[in-house]
């Protein structure tokens, strides 16, 4: 199994602002997926992010918006940035489990407020 | 593109029942499909993956099936106690894609009464 840790686990932001949320996962994995879940919606894959490499952004997502950093194998961020209120959602980080399993794992989630 | 329908939207049961939460999906390319469940504050749990080769997967009171044919899935919760309460997920990872990443249904939200 995998551990993984976002922090913050929320905040509440003014529009126009940016907020980096932080990832940590108990392991080395080569992946990390950032998903988005707004109200009432099913959750959204945002990025891939590979270690050493550029993120791969979804259709929809772009790196402006959305920057990801991969500094090594257990760490990442996402930066939601220039905020506004459609910004609000759940942001949450995951990664699948070691080689061979393909079960995969989520982080707590932030919930992110943008008033 | 991958669409995931979760059907109920909500559910609400007294203790005891057996449920069945329904999942269907439009693109029977997949790897695999996993249930999850979503509590608040504290992300997803993973509870059953189905490779695409397997038709079901059990663990304790909960069976899932798979029919990549018609592109269909179900969970089974034998005998629901009030801690299932719960938002059940289901989501396929789409053969030719990434491993990891998913497309999801928007859930079940699940509420079990004493």
């Known amino acids: 199994s995998a551990v993984i840790s976002q922090k913050p686990s929320r905040d509440i932001c003014q529009r126009g602002t940016s907020l980096t949320i932080q990832c940590q996962v108990d392991?080395?994995?080569?992946?990390m997926f950032w998903y988005r879940q707004q109200p009432g919606q099913s959750l959204t894959l945002i990025a891939t992010?590979?270690?050493?490499?550029?993120?791969?952004?979804e259709s929809g997502f772009v790196i402006d918006k959305f920057p990801i950093s991969r500094p090594n194998l257990t760490f990442s961020t996402l930066t939601v940035s220039n905020m506004s209120p459609e910004d609000s959602s759940i942001y949450l980080c995951?990664?699948?489990?070691?080689?061979?399993?393909?079960?995969?794992?989520f982080g707590p989630g932030t919930r992110l407020l943008v008033l | 593109k991958q669409e995931v329908t979760q059907i109920p939207a909500a559910l609400s049961v007294p203790e005891g029942e057996n449920l069945v939460l329904n999942c269907s999906f439009t693109?029977?390319?997949?790897?695999?499909l996993q249930w999850f469940r979503q509590d608040p504050g504290k992300g997803l749990t993973s509870l059953l993956l189905i490779q695409s080769s397997q038709r079901e997967q059990t663990s304790g009171r909960l069976n899932a099936s798979l029919d990549k044919s018609s592109g269909r899935s179900t969970l089974y919760i034998a005998a629901s106690q009030p801690g299932d309460s719960a938002t059940y997920l289901c989501a396929v990872s789409p053969r030719g894609s990434t491993l990891g990443r998913l497309y999801f249904g928007r859930g079940t939200q699940l509420t079990v009464w004493p």
């Open positions: 693109d029977s390319a997949i790897y695999n």
């Open positions: 392991s080395q994995v080569t992946m």
């Open positions: 995951s990664v699948r489990g070691r080689s061979g399993s393909e079960t995969q794992y």
């Open positions: 992010a590979n270690q050493g490499s550029e993120a791969t952004y």
